[in-house]
């Protein structure tokens, strides 16, 4: 319905589908709902984050948060480092988890 009536690319009705298929566990339809969005803004970008974490695509996770910093040139708030840091965690990512740490320090999240 939602596509039929054009809303999709709406930033907030994107990153509350995205949010929804991913309590749902379903990466692919978040993935297709992401790629389709025309606006995104941190909240979008921190959403699709937490559903990478959540359903342990670790390593897209780490893509994704490089693609937000390097193309997109948005900053991580709090919402990123507590989505990611345990991600490093669970993963081993001792230099990763260091290095968003430090940028969090220095952002004065920390």
Do not use: Q
Not at 14 to 20: I, K, P, R, S
Not at 27 to 53: A, Q, Y
Not at 66 to 95: F, K, N
């Amino acid at each position: 319905m939602v596509i039929k009536l054009g809303l999709v690319v709406d930033v907030f009705v994107g990153n509350a589908l995205v949010g929804m298929y991913g309590k749902c566990g379903v990466v692919d339809e978040v993935m297709k709902v992401f790629d389709f969005m025309l606006e995104m803004n941190l909240v979008s970008w921190n959403s699709m984050i937490c559903v990478f974490s959540e359903n342990e695509f670790s390593r897209e996770s780490f893509d994704l948060l490089m693609e937000m910093l390097g193309e997109e040139g948005l900053l991580p708030d709090v919402v990123m480092v507590v989505t990611i840091l345990p991600v490093c965690a669970r993963e081993g990512e001792v230099d990763i988890g260091m290095g968003i740490h430090g940028l969090a320090m220095k952002l004065g999240l920390i």
